[in-house]
C-alpha cells in the first residue's frame, strides 16, 4: 500500500514553460517532504523540501507547494529547461521517528528545446 | 561528490549464487541505507543502519541481509541471488537520522542475474 504516490509516470514540457510534477500522500502525519532528481546512471540528489508547517518553499527556479488538506504536493519548475529533463521522486519519512524515507514511484520530465 | 562510494559498479551473476554488494563512506555519517529502484517501483528501502552493527529491515528485506561492522562500510548480502532481483541498489548515508535535508546517494550498482 503506497503512502506516496506519483501517478504520471511521464511529463513531457517545452523550453521555457512551467513543469508541474504531482505527488499525493496518504499519512497526514508526514511532518516534511522532499523531491529529488535522477539522471541515468547516477544516484538521485536532493532537490527541495517543504515542512509540513508550510504551504510553500521555493528555490530558484524550483517551488514545492504543499494542500494538506488535499494530502497533495507538487513541484513547479519555471522556467523549464532541457539540463531538468530527469526522473523526479517525492519522499517523506517512513515513520515519525524518521529512521528511513519512502520514495514515490518517480516521473520522468523530458524538456524539448 | 559527499564521499559515497559503492562497488561493484555492475555485476552480471548467476542464480543461486552469493553476492555482496559494498557501500563505503568517508563522511564518518552515522546512518546508511540500501535501497533499490525498479521501472514502475521506484525507489524501494531494502535495509538500513543506525550505527556499527545496528541494522533494521525495510519494505523489501527478504532475500537480503545486511552487515556493517564498522562506520564506512554497509554491505548488502544476496544469499542465492534469483532473477527478481535483477536492480540497480543505491546506497545512501546520513549524518542525522532523516530530515528535511535528506540525504547523500551514492552512485549505484547495476546487478543482473542471469
Known amino acids: 500500500d503506497q503512502q506516496v504516490k506519483q501517478n504520471s509516470p511521464s511529463l513531457s514540457v517545452q523550453e521555457g514553460r512551467i513543469s508541474i510534477l504531482n505527488c499525493d500522500y496518504t499519512?497526514?502525519?508526514?511532518?516534511?517532504f522532499l523531491w529529488y532528481k535522477k539522471y541515468p546512471a547516477e544516484g538521485p540528489t536532493f532537490l527541495i523540501s517543504i515542512s509540513s508547517i508550510k504551504d510553500k518553499n521555493e528555490d530558484g527556479r524550483f517551488t514545492v507547494f504543499l494542500n494538506k488538506s488535499a494530502k497533495h504536493l507538487s513541484l513547479h519548475i519555471v522556467p523549464s529547461q532541457p539540463g531538468d529533463s530527469a526522473v523526479y521522486f517525492c519522499a517523506a519519512p517512513v515513520n515519525q521517528a524518521g529512521t528511513a524515507l519512502i520514495f514515490g514511484k518517480g516521473t520522468t520530465l523530458s524538456v524539448s528545446s | 561528490d559527499a564521499g559515497i562510494t559503492q562497488s561493484p559498479r555492475h555485476k552480471v551473476t548467476e542464480t543461486g549464487t552469493p553476492v555482496t554488494l559494498r557501500c563505503h563512506q568517508t563522511?564518518?555519517?552515522?546512518?546508511m541505507y540500501w535501497y533499490r529502484q525498479d521501472p514502475g517501483h521506484g525507489l524501494r528501502l531494502i535495509h538500513y543502519?543506525?550505527?556499527?552493527?545496528?541494522?533494521d529491515k525495510g519494505e523489501v528485506s527478504d532475500g537480503y541481509s545486511v552487515s556493517r561492522s564498522k562506520t564506512e562500510d554497509f554491505l548488502l548480502t544476496l544469499e542465492s541471488a534469483t532473477s527478481s532481483q535483477t536492480s540497480v541498489y543505491f546506497c545512501a548515508i546520513s549524518e542525522i537520522q532523516v530530515s528535511n535535508y535528506g540525504y547523500t546517494f551514492g552512485s549505484g550498482t547495476r546487478l543482473t542475474v542471469v
Open positions: 543502519s543506525y550505527g556499527v552493527k545496528d541494522t
Open positions: 563522511e564518518n555519517h552515522r546512518y
Open positions: 499519512n497526514s502525519m508526514f511532518d516534511y
